[in-house]
């Protein structure tokens, strides 16, 4: 498998900014997923996009399956303290495996 | 409550032993993974399997073996060979069938630290 370009590779931001982070790949994927992942604990799924072009919304969360099927995005409005954590994307091709992003580390200072 | 049950949350092995890692689902899931993550990394697959008795090597597997005699469950051992275990290590699953279909996609249990003594 291939790890994801991610970036940035951290942010640190006042509360209520908005965010936005991407994944690349130089290969094509028919899936791409988002998890965040809090300290100690194990990734939690945020979105899954399975067509390219697809906007998804969960929330104050929204991504993007690029048209291109080798790339995708995140978008977090208006961000709470609570929004701490690691967001990793995931881009699955024609096998049952993942391939990872290194992680955006994301700070909200109140 | 369904779910991935990972255990100990916290192992630690001596030099030259072996350690197994524990994983357990009640989601009916067919597939199961192990990925090892490491700081500021993303996570790396081990070994998966697809159904009972039957597993594949991920892109790191030397060092570490695994069986699947039950569906329910999927341990990792990590043994002598491997010389740099010290890592977080997560178990997924996922319904293959509605997989390939685009559908549920990998949910996780919430780790295990492995720290060498």
């Known amino acids: 498998g291939q790890q994801l370009n991610q970036s940035p590779q951290s942010m640190f931001i006042q509360e209520g900014e908005d965010v936005s982070m991407n994944c690349t790949s130089s290969?094509?994927?028919?899936?791409w997923l988002w998890y965040k992942q809090d300290p100690g604990e194990g990734p939690v799924l945020l979105i899954a996009?399975?067509?390219?072009?697809e906007l998804t919304s969960n929330g104050r969360l929204t991504a993007q399956f690029g048209i291109t099927r080798k790339d995708s995005f995140l978008n977090i409005s208006a961000s709470i303290p609570s929004d701490v954590g690691i967001y990793f994307c995931?881009?699955?091709?024609?096998?049952?495996?993942?391939?990872f992003g290194k992680g955006t580390s994301l700070l909200v200072t109140p | 409550d369904g779910g991935i049950t990972q255990s100990p949350k916290y192992l630690f092995r001596k030099e030259g032993q072996n350690v197994t890692l524990s994983c357990e689902q009640n989601?009916?899931?067919?597939?199961m993974y192990w990925y090892r993550q490491d700081p500021g990394q993303g996570l790396r697959l081990i070994y998966y399997?697809?159904?009972?008795?039957?597993?594949q090597k991920g892109d790191i597997a030397e060092g570490y073996s695994v069986s699947r005699e039950k569906k329910e469950s999927f341990p990792l051992t990590v043994t002598s060979a491997q010389k740099n275990p010290t890592a977080f290590y997560l178990c997924?699953?996922?319904?293959?069938?509605?997989?390939?279909?685009?559908?549920?996609?990998?949910?996780f249990g919430d780790g295990t630290r492995l720290s060498i003594l």
């Open positions: 997924a699953s996922t319904l293959t069938g509605e997989w390939l279909m685009g559908g549920q996609p990998q949910h």
């Open positions: 290969s094509i994927f028919n899936t």
């Open positions: 996009l399975y067509k390219a072009g």
């Open positions: 995931a881009g699955q091709g024609s096998g049952y495996a993942l391939n």
């Open positions: 989601l009916n899931h067919d597939a």
């Open positions: 399997s697809q159904i009972v008795n039957d597993f």
